[in-house]
């Protein structure tokens, strides 16, 4: 490898695969008699959503949708914005938010919202990691995975500038 970064294996892949068992009965409680849709936040939360939507044996459905407010830098700008929505109607829809991480819950709130104006039945969300010490908007989470400390992690979905998504496991990026 050219560039051999600092990474320490924060959640394992193992750890991952039991806490989305986990989650995922948890949404099959709530959802038995739903056909829900699924909307994850691109891009981090594609690894992710491929493991759990497997876990999920319901008449689901599943889009994407891109929200921006990171640049490529580590610090939120504060704002968002929606990059590139979801085409599947909403209204009337149970939808289920899945993200990879719920920081300062800038980029979430806005997405919420953003689906709230769409009518849906009921608006939920499911996040693999939670990073509560950085919240500075408040973010109700129905489906939590792991509660994080206060450092930047990559992996599984996750990146730094882009790259890292590929790594099976969680892990902190140290400089
Ligand atoms: P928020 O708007 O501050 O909650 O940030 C949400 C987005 O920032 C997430 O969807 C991630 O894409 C990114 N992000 C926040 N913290 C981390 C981290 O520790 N590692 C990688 N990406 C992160
Ligand atoms: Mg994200």
Redesign the pocket.
């Known amino acids: 490898m050219i560039f051999q970064p600092q990474l320490k294996i924060l959640i394992s892949r193992d750890e991952i695969a039991k806490v989305i068992d986990r989650l995922a009965r948890e949404i099959k409680r709530d959802y038995h008699e739903k056909q829900p849709l699924l909307i994850g ?1 691109q891009k ?1 939360s594609f690894v992710f959503m491929a493991d759990l939507i497997r876990q999920l044996d319901l008449p689901l459905e599943l889009d994407f949708a891109r929200i921006s ?2 640049g490529a830098a ?1 610090e ?1 700008s504060g704002k ?1 914005r929606v990059v590139q929505g979801i085409k599947t109607p909403v209204k009337g829809k149970d939808v289920l938010v899945v ?10 709130s806005f997405l919420l919202n953003y689906l709230r104006k769409r009518k849906p039945a009921s608006l939920k969300l499911c996040t693999l990691t939670d ?1 509560p010490s ?1 919240r500075r908007v408040p973010v109700s989470i129905d489906y939590r995975g792991f509660t994080v400390p206060n ?4 992996g599984y979905g ?3 500038n882009q790259k890292f998504r590929n790594l099976p496991d969680i892990c902190v990026l140290e400089d």
């Open positions: 936040v981090g407010s990171y580590r939120s968002a993200e990879d991480i719920v920081d300062t819950g800038i980029t979430i990073k950085r450092k930047f992690i990559v996750l990146d730094f």
